[in-house]
Nanobody, 115 residues
Framework: QVQLAESGGGLVQAGESLRLSCVMS????????MGWYRQAPGAQREKIAH????????YVDSVRSRFTISRDDANATKWYLQMNKLKHEDYAVYYC????????WGQGTQVTVSS
């Protein structure tokens, strides 16, 4: 069974950066298209970025030009989300999961941005 573990969150001030990591374990199969999602208090979980097996990326407008999704090509079980110029509205729990038909959510990692 695939397990996903997110890390790298924390408390930062507005304008600062964080790098989130996602590690997959428990399966011999690859996840080709990986997404980063976030859930703010009282809101639904939303996908904010994904990267495909060919390296194509997608970002929602609210994070485009500030966030960068990437993967470790040498290690097909690791993905990252570089978050720059963080804003108060980026405050959420962040998750990684399949870009399409996500299932089996990890614990997520909390990102708190103080203004």
């Amino acid at each position: 069974q695939v397990q996903l573990a997110e890390s790298g969150g924390g408390l930062v001030q507005a304008g600062e950066s964080l790098r989130l990591s996602c590690v997959m374990s428990g399966s011999i199969f690859r996840i080709n298209d990986m997404g980063w999602y976030r859930q703010a208090p009282g809101a639904q979980r939303e996908k904010i970025a994904h990267i495909t097996s060919t390296g194509s990326t997608m970002y929602v407008d609210s994070v485009r030009s500030r966030f960068t999704i990437s993967r470790d090509d040498a290690n097909a079980t690791k993905w990252y989300l570089q978050m720059n110029k963080l804003k108060h509205e980026d405050y959420a729990v962040y998750y990684c999961n399949r870009a399409y038909a996500p299932s089996g959510w990890g614990q997520g990692t909390q990102v708190t941005v103080s203004s």
